[in-house]
């Protein structure tokens, strides 16, 4: 028998008392000033983090004057979706938005619900199940305040509160410790593969014609085409936006389609070119790729180049995720708000240029590794996976109680 078994059958054997929220909390009433706020007292959704995992400090400040004032055991909440299961166990006092519930623990409630404990069963899969299901509204859903303060909550004896708080706690460090593991095993791994990677692509001790990838392809741009053209079955096509985002090395299919009425607004890359991010939000960014390998054209958005070549397409994919590749093509990344890449500029990079012959051995061992980095990516993810669902599991049912007749 556990402990926190012990203290149940000792202190409340005939069962837990339950109360309505709002019997025992209500929503914070008293306000603070905008200018007393910064970033690490102003709280927003944006801001709060899922899954009982807290704060960090606001990207941005509130735009109004006088906002509503929380304190140091109050719980914070997000109140529309999609951020309905973000929550934070205030530890200090500030402010936060529209957007966030601030629930307090009513005074004749404070020597027998500890806020610890509540933040527990506001942070649970039954609590925001219950919070969807009450949330009204049709584009931007929002929890019902009436509805959160009529959610009924045990309220065991302080002591078992404490003790199962205390598990928990140390449930989650061991959960961070474990996913802190695997995430750095994961990413040796990707170093790993990317040293390899740039080793062989490099070519020093190898001699080998270096060209202009101008002199050996030639680059042409997307055309247009927008979010309304977007349908379920269509036109396959790539937006430079899911080359960061859906693809790796290279695809046989798509993940987006446009309306088949479009040819002729369309422009088309071939199976073998090389579809490139001309934009991107960092230098980093531009001018990732991917290679068509799909049996027919696949059109392009217009913020992508297609490079048209004789190279093998997946050798050109790899060289493009090399570390030399990266550091010629940043001197020619045109530095605004947004980072452009010209097909001028791609067409002066050089490329190595070896025999078909080497080109395959190549992109056979890069293959085998690629597969390698995804299979543990893959198994590191769904290790992590699985110990969030145990977390969340054991959670429910620590938080599970007989209720009192």
Sequence with gaps: MSRIDE??????????EFKLLGACAVYSDTRIDAGELDETNFVGVDN?????AGKVNASYLPNTNRLTAYEVGDILIGNIRPYLK????????????????????????????????????????????YNMQHAKGAKMPRGSKEAVLNYRIPIPPLDVQHEIVSVLEKFTE?????????????????????????????????????AAMGEVGEFFRGRRFTKADYVDAGIECIHY????TQYGTVTETTVSHVRADLPSTLRFASPGDLIIAGVGETVEDVGK??????????AIHDD?????????????????QTSAFHAEKNKFVARAKVKRLSAESLAKLTIPVPSPEEQARIVAILDKFDALVNDIFVGLSAEIAARRRQYAHYRDRLLTFKEAV
Excluded: M, T
């Excluded at 166990?89 to 623990?105: K, P, T």
């Excluded at 990317?194 to 270096?210: C, K, N, P």
């Excluded at 093998?312 to 060289?319: A, C, D, E, Q, T």
């Design 7 to 16: 203290l149940l059958a000792e202190l409340c054997a005939e069962g837990v």
């Design 48 to 52: 709060l983090l899922q899954n009982a």
């Design 86 to 129: 973000k929550i934070w166990l205030a530890n200090d006092s500030g402010g936060c938005s529209g957007d966030v519930l601030a629930i307090r623990i009513a005074e004749p409630y404070r020597s027998k619900l500890s806020p610890a404990f509540l933040y527990r069963l506001l942070a649970s899969n039954d609590f925001f199940g």
């Design 174 to 210: 061991l959960e961070a410790e474990l996913e802190a593991e695997l995430e750095a095993e994961l990413e040796a791994r990707r170093r790993q593969y990317e040293y390899y990677r740039d080793a062989l692509l490099v070519f020093s001790d190898q001699d080998i014609r270096w």
């Design 241 to 244: 936006g899911d080359i960061y």
């Design 289 to 298: 790729a991917v290679a068509w390998l799909g049996c027919g054209e696949v």
């Design 304 to 320: 992508c180049f297609a490079f048209r070549h004789s190279l093998n397409p997946r050798f050109v994919s790899y060289y493009f």
